[in-house]
T-cell receptor, first 112, second 115 residues
Framework: QKEVEQNSGPLSVPEGAIASLNCTYS??????FFWYRQYSGKSPELIMS????GDKEDGRFTAQLNKASQYVSLLIRDSQPSDSATYLC????????????FGTGTQLKVEL | KAGVTQTPRYLIKTRGQQVTLSCSPI?????VSWYQQTPGQGLQFLFE???????NKGNFPGRFSGRQFSNSRSEMNVSTLELGDSALYLC??????????????FGPGTRLTVT
């Protein structure tokens, strides 16, 4: 079992819709979670970080964390074609320094 | 602030050779982590340096090594290159090594091709 799991997709949503990306993790020591966006041929770009149970909103993005169920999600409202990319979920274990464990990523396609 | 910079951006090497990649973190950031990204394995952690000391190490063979200088710049070295070392090597910097609320920012990466 991978430590961080994501559905590889592709996830296709129409423009203007809500895209929901999900991630589960196995290490209960993981306390911090991050969502990165990666365009083809580019490096990962940090979108959101979340450390506490509940929701965290930043513009069109909302990250959700449920430590009891060991899942993290990212909602993208009013999806735009420019949101088409691979979204990487990463977890960091407390006391593990800055080592991030990444999922394999979910490819999102926003269609006109 | 300038972002994380990595040099070179592209590199082609032959099996058996060695290579050194360089990373300059965001100004003020003291932690530098290295990752390898391949289509088959995804993003995998190589090692992390903070204050010139290796703080964490991933599951990679000893051919992969790194170091950090007093100005926080970091280098990673891969000796005796194998075809499977072809990958995108990413450097990420963070303000602090430990502490649960510090975020990592990635550089543009170095694309290494081993022939």
């Amino acid at each position: 079992q991978k430590e961080v799991e994501q559905n590889s997709g592709p996830l296709s949503v129409p423009e203007g819709a809500i895209a929901s990306l999900n991630c589960t993790y196995s290490d209960r020591g993981s306390q911090s979670f991050f969502w990165y966006r990666q365009y083809s041929g580019k490096s990962p770009e940090l979108i959101m970080s979340i450390y506490s149970n509940g929701d965290k909103e930043d513009g069109r993005f909302t990250a959700q964390l449920n430590k009891a169920s060991q899942y993290v999600s990212l909602l993208i409202r009013d999806s735009q074609p420019s949101d088409s990319a691979t979204y990487l979920c990463a977890g960091r274990v407390t006391g593990g320094g800055n080592k991030l464990t990444f999922g394999t990523g979910t490819q999102l396609k926003v269609e006109l | 602030k300038a972002g994380v910079t990595q040099t070179p951006r592209y590199l082609i090497k032959t099996r058996g050779q060695q290579v050194t990649l360089s990373c300059s973190p965001i100004s003020g950031h003291r932690s530098v982590s290295w990752y390898q990204q391949t289509p088959g394995q995804g993003l995998q952690f190589l090692f992390e340096y903070f204050s010139e000391t290796q703080r964490n190490k991933g599951n990679f063979p000893g051919r992969f090594s790194g170091r950090q200088f007093s100005n926080s710049r970091s280098e990673m070295n891969v000796s005796t290159l194998e075809l499977g070392d072809s990958a995108l090597y990413l450097c990420a910097s963070s303000l602090e090594a430990s502490g649960w609320d510090y975020e990592q920012y990635f550089g543009p990466g170095t694309r290494l091709t081993v022939t």
